[in-house]
């Protein structure tokens, strides 16, 4: 009965091919662009989730704290905060001096007025502004800190741009979602109308609803999973002409083309049924 | 088996059915004869739920009156045969997909049951050979012929035909005539509505003349048989059909295959026998 199903919904795409193509290229397009927003969410939420992951806080000692106390504090922020790494007086001094580049500048500089620092590479579960905000504060409060800083605005900056992007690319899907369902939803209509004749015979015989309209629902699934391939063809074109210009951008990894292709698909489902549940109740007597 | 109780239908300001009473039992053949506009074929919508009486009530086998639900009314329309006077075969399809429709409709058959089913409906009404044409390659006649094979090929309880012969010439209605007289004759019943006298006269038909939507002569009938009287094998509830099916299995499953009063369709038999068209004529 299913090869059934398939055999019709082959016959009624044949048969109404302009209708069909014209709905293929309508629903490349919306699922393109959301494609294409897509890969924009992906690639930068993977830079902000490196930067992310560079998110550290260096805590400066007052030069009078010895080792004993040292070793103390790291351990408790070590519990606290996370992984904790020792920066030296004498360590800061040689990076600061591969940073300047040109050691003559620093001749002037007679004593090495940098403290030495803890830098904490916070837990995963801190690294939200208002978690490292507290944290920040909290570890001020030790009596060996003489300050500490970990980029407050940055990081919040960061974070406000990935919620951006995050919401851009709902509202565009979302709207692309509203689209998918009225063009599936008049395509089908269309062609449940053009074939008017073969719903009024297989009423007539009995058919029930959903015999007869499994194989138009198969069709807008296949049209939808047609042209969600074709955008995702779209999509790695595009990634792979900007690859060059933009280093580092990659294409949907594997589990987020199938999402994409999986909600095409539902939705068509969807679309296909509100419209199916309507025309049928209309044609079939 | 079908029983009409002051079954009236208006549309509008006119009344197609006017308190319409009649019954008819199984196995039997009922023409309904009148002029056009008397109401014929809103008999027949009525009992395929295509149209629903304005008053009074409608009963065909167990399906008893009131408005079914569409899983229901499908599985009522399922149980009948229906032929019209302009066929109604699907044209993009070969005659062979047409006969077929009914039997995938029915949901119950494996695939690999289609052919011989559907080869057999073919078989007796002659048209075999003709199984892979399309309805436009076929005379008028073959193509009522093929329409009566997509109407029998479930074993129907009842046969409805709407004016079978109207779009026919004299030669290929007496075939449709005898063709479906043998198909009485085999135990289905037999309703028929139609313009013309003489294909009332063709049928050992109990004739019911229609005028303005009432029986104006002809017997309406007896009511139905009592509880527990046995019933004969074309019936609703013989061929395994019942509300109850729909409702305990949902729509889309089907009842257990009911008892044949016929032949096998499968295998179907290598020379079979023509039907002889010429034992009654017109």
């Known amino acids: 009965m299913h090869g059934y199903y398939f055999k019709e919904a082959s016959r009624s795409f044949k048969q109404h091919r302009g209708v069909a193509y014209a709905a293929i290229v309508v629903l490349t397009a919306a699922l393109a662009l959301t494609g294409m927003f897509l890969l924009l969410t992906y690639n930068a939420q993977e830079a902000l989730s490196m930067m992310g992951d560079r998110r550290e806080m260096i805590v400066y000692l007052k030069d009078e704290v010895d080792d004993a106390a040292r070793a103390l504090l790291t351990t408790k922020l070590q519990d606290l905060y996370g992984s904790v790494t020792y920066v030296s007086k004498a360590q800061a001094w040689e990076e600061m001096r591969q940073q300047v580049g040109d050691p003559s500048l620093l001749d002037a500089v007679q004593d090495n007025p940098l403290p030495a620092s803890l830098r904490i590479r916070l837990k995963p579960a801190l690294l939200m502004p208002d978690s490292m905000d507290a944290a920040a504060h909290q570890v001020a409060a030790f009596p060996e800190v003489e300050d500490v800083r970990y980029g407050a605005e940055w990081v919040r900056r960061l974070d406000q741009l990935s919620a951006g992007l995050r919401l851009g690319t709902l509202v565009i899907g979302c709207i692309v979602a509203l689209a998918v369902v009225f063009v599936l939803h008049n395509t089908i209509r269309l062609t449940v109308l053009a074939r008017r004749q073969q719903v009024e015979v297989m009423s007539r015989l009995g058919a029930t609803d959903g015999f007869i309209a499994w194989p138009f629902v198969l069709e807008a699934m296949f049209e939808a999973a047609l042209s969600a391939l074709l955008a995702l063809g779209l999509v790695f074109g595009l990634q792979q002409a900007l690859a060059p210009h933009l280093f580092g951008i990659a294409f949907l990894p594997p589990l987020w083309a199938a999402a994409f292709m999986a909600a095409a698909v539902a939705l068509a489902w969807f679309a296909a049924w509100l419209a199916l549940s309507r025309v049928l109740r209309a044609i079939g007597p | ?282």
């Open chain 2, 1 to 282: 088996m079908i029983t009409f109780e002051q079954a009236s239908v208006r549309y509008g300001e006119r009344l197609a059915l006017d308190s319409l009473s009649w019954h008819m039992n199984e196995g039997e053949c009922v023409v309904f004869l009148g002029p056009s506009g008397a109401g014929k074929t809103t008999i027949l919508r009525l009992i395929t739920h295509e149209a629903q009486p304005t008053s009074g009530s409608v009963t065909v086998g167990t399906f008893v009156g009131g408005r079914l639900p569409r899983a229901h009314r499908a599985l009522l329309r399922r149980t009948l045969g229906i032929v019209y006077e302009d066929f109604r075969l699907l044209n993009d399809r070969t005659i062979f997909e047409n006969v077929a429709l009914p039997v995938r409709v029915a949901g119950k058959f494996a695939d690999e049951d289609v052919e011989p089913r559907v080869m057999f409906a073919l078989d007796e009404v002659g048209l075999k050979d003709k199984q892979n044409a399309f309805p436009d390659e076929l005379s008028a006649g073959e193509r009522q012929k093929a329409a009566i094979a997509r109407a029998i090929v479930n074993r129907p309880a009842v046969v409805l035909a709407d004016e079978p012969t109207g779009a026919l010439e004299k030669k290929s209605a007496e075939e449709v005539l005898a063709l479906l007289r043998r198909i009485h004759s085999e135990g289905a019943a037999l309703l028929l509505v139609t313009t013309r006298t003489e294909v009332a006269e063709a049928l050992p038909a109990r004739v019911l003349m229609l005028e303005d939507g009432r029986i104006v002569s002809g017997e309406p009938g007896m009511p139905a048989p009592p509880p527990g009287a046995e019933s004969a094998p074309w019936t609703v509830e013989a061929l395994g059909w019942s509300k109850e099916d729909e409702d305990t299995r949902g729509a889309e499953t089907v009842p257990p295959e009911p008892e044949r009063i016929v032949p096998e369709p499968a295998p179907v038999p290598p020379a079979a026998e023509p039907v002889d068209h010429s034992e009654r004529k017109l």
